[in-house]
């Protein structure tokens, strides 16, 4: 049983274009939602993050929207640099669960070409 | 520099043997996980740990066995009653505090020959 889905194992974009990815889950008890970044053979590094009483968060390029209703977030990085390069994860947190207990989507393989 | 050390990088093993990963923190966490890594697959857990001598199975943990007797310290040993422990093992760490991240080592590439 899948609760984070990320249902594109890839995207490729052009270098100063917008990259958006999506993630969707199906449990009512995710209330913190997180954005991974992962280079082959590393550990993942944290992004961005959303709590569920907000609707948007924004780091420098990199803004996170959470559609509660629509059990839905995405990732937007906007522009799109050849670094950003990198297999990015969703990954969520339920309500009473242990801190740092994150369920994980299958990710997202992000390809920025010069 | 404060972070999650685990060694090896990448380690053989034979079928049937145990053989255990280290993982090491010097942020003075409480809380510890080890996650498992396959391709095409996000990460799964297979054990946590929020305080020393204390742990609680993951959603994977049949085959795996830790232990927690230090703060810092949080080895996993892949038994031989793990069926496919080919995997990437990543191992982090967080605060003991609602809506915080997770922080990961390097991982330890484990491949049975």
């Known amino acids: 049983d899948q609760q984070v889905k990320q249902n594109s194992p890839s995207l490729s974009v052009q270098e100063g274009r917008i990259s958006i990815l999506n993630c969707d889950y199906t449990?009512?008890?995710?209330?913190?939602f997180l954005w991974y970044k992962k280079y082959p053979a590393e550990g993942p590094t944290f992004l961005i993050s959303?709590?569920?009483?907000?609707d948007k968060n924004e780091d420098g390029r990199f803004t996170v929207f959470l559609n509660k209703s629509a059990k839905h977030l995405s990732l937007h990085i906007v522009p799109s640099q050849p670094g950003d390069s990198a297999v990015y994860f969703c990954?969520?947190?339920?309500?009473?669960?242990?801190?740092?207990?994150?369920?994980f989507g299958q990710g997202t393989i992000l390809t920025v070409h010069p | 520099d404060g972070g999650i050390t685990q060694s090896p990088k990448y380690l053989f093993r034979k079928e049937g043997q145990n053989v255990t990963l280290s993982c090491e923190q010097n942020?003075?966490?409480?809380?510890m996980y080890w996650y498992r890594q396959d391709p095409g697959q996000g990460l799964r857990l297979i054990y946590y740990?929020?305080?020393?001598?204390?742990?609680q199975k993951g959603d994977i943990a049949e085959g795996y066995s830790v232990s927690r007797e230090k703060k810092e310290s949080f080895p996993l040993t892949v038994t031989s009653a793990q069926k496919n422990p080919t995997a990437f093992y990543l191992c982090?760490?967080?605060?003991?505090?609602?809506?915080?991240?997770?922080?990961f080592g390097q991982g330890t590439r484990l491949t049975v020959v």
């Open positions: 449990n009512s008890m995710f209330d913190y």
């Open positions: 942020l003075n966490h409480d809380a």
């Open positions: 959303i709590s569920s009483i907000k």
């Open positions: 990954a969520a947190s339920a309500v009473g669960t242990s801190y740092g207990k994150l369920t």
């Open positions: 982090a760490s967080s605060i003991l505090q609602a809506n915080t991240e997770a922080f």
């Open positions: 740990s929020q305080i020393v001598n204390d742990f």
